[in-house]
């Protein structure tokens, strides 16, 4: 009786050093892989802001007619999808494209204009946003009277900023149409936060010039 009673805590503790192993042996494999997904995850926005840039300076893209991009000609209202224009901040040397829409797959090569706020010079509500991590990681350096320019198939608009808050993600009031014009810049919050965040930061500007019916009245 004893005998197999032995023999059976030699089994359960032959069981449970196995099982020791097997984690011990699992356990590093699981944390590479962990590793490699996360890291894959926060440089994905670094790669392609890489990619955004170097077709900006290194190709025409009026010259590519079956390019993933499609640029607004001068004059033209820019359908959805298209590249615009382009941001100039020199207060934070910051020069991005400007496209038409704000889905993840525009935010991914540049900064979005929120479809269905108004455009430049329309005299409302005018709303860009993109990634905390690839061109609106400096917005928070931005003070009262620092001047943004809008370089845009309609013409050039330059603003100056009037102030800065941090606000829920789910306040929509900074992004409905305004009586006078004004420019919107969005981007999450914080700032050096790597994942999801329930906040905004928002910069607003006071248009100081710019053509008049630049999109011919539409």
């Known amino acids: 009786m004893k005998k197999e009673k032995t023999n059976q805590y030699d089994?359960?503790?032959?069981?449970?050093?196995?099982?020791?192993?097997?984690?011990?042996?699992?356990?590093?494999?699981?944390?590479?892989?962990?590793?490699?997904?996360?890291?894959?995850?926060?440089?994905?926005?670094?790669i392609d802001f890489a990619f955004s840039m170097a077709r900006m300076f290194l190709v025409d893209e009026r010259l590519i007619s079956n390019s993933e991009?499609?640029?607004?000609?001068p004059g033209k209202f820019p359908s959805f999808?298209?590249?615009?224009?382009?941001?100039?901040i020199e207060?934070?040397?910051?020069?991005?494209?400007?496209?038409?829409?704000?889905?993840?797959?525009i935010l991914s090569k540049g900064i979005g204009h929120f479809y269905g706020s108004a455009l430049p010079g329309e005299g409302s509500n005018v709303v860009f946003s993109?990634?905390?991590?690839?061109?609106?990681?400096?917005?928070?350096?931005l003070t009262p009277g620092d001047r943004v320019s809008l370089e845009t198939s309609g013409g050039e608009f330059v603003y100056e900023m009037v102030d800065a808050l941090i606000i829920s993600e789910y306040d929509e009031q900074y992004i409905m149409p305004t009586s006078d014009e004004l420019l919107t810049l969005l981007t999450c919050y914080p700032f050096?936060?790597?994942?999801?965040?329930a906040d905004r930061y928002i910069v607003r500007c006071r248009?100081?010039?710019?053509?008049?019916?630049?999109?011919?009245?539409?």
């Open 11 to 46: 089994r359960s503790s032959r069981s449970k050093r196995k099982s020791k192993i097997g984690v011990l042996w699992f356990a590093p494999f699981f944390l590479l892989t962990v590793t490699l997904i996360v890291l894959t995850i926060a440089s994905r926005p670094y």
């Open 69 to 73: 991009t499609v640029t607004t000609a």
């Open 91 to 105: 207060k934070i040397a910051l020069m991005g494209p400007l496209y038409q829409g704000d889905t993840e797959d």
């Open 130 to 141: 993109a990634h905390r991590n690839t061109y609106f990681g400096q917005l928070g350096a």
């Open 192 to 197: 050096d936060f790597i994942g999801e965040t």
């Open 207 to 218: 248009l100081i010039s710019g053509p008049q019916n630049a999109w011919g009245g539409v």
């Open 81 to 88: 999808g298209e590249e615009f224009g382009r941001i100039k």
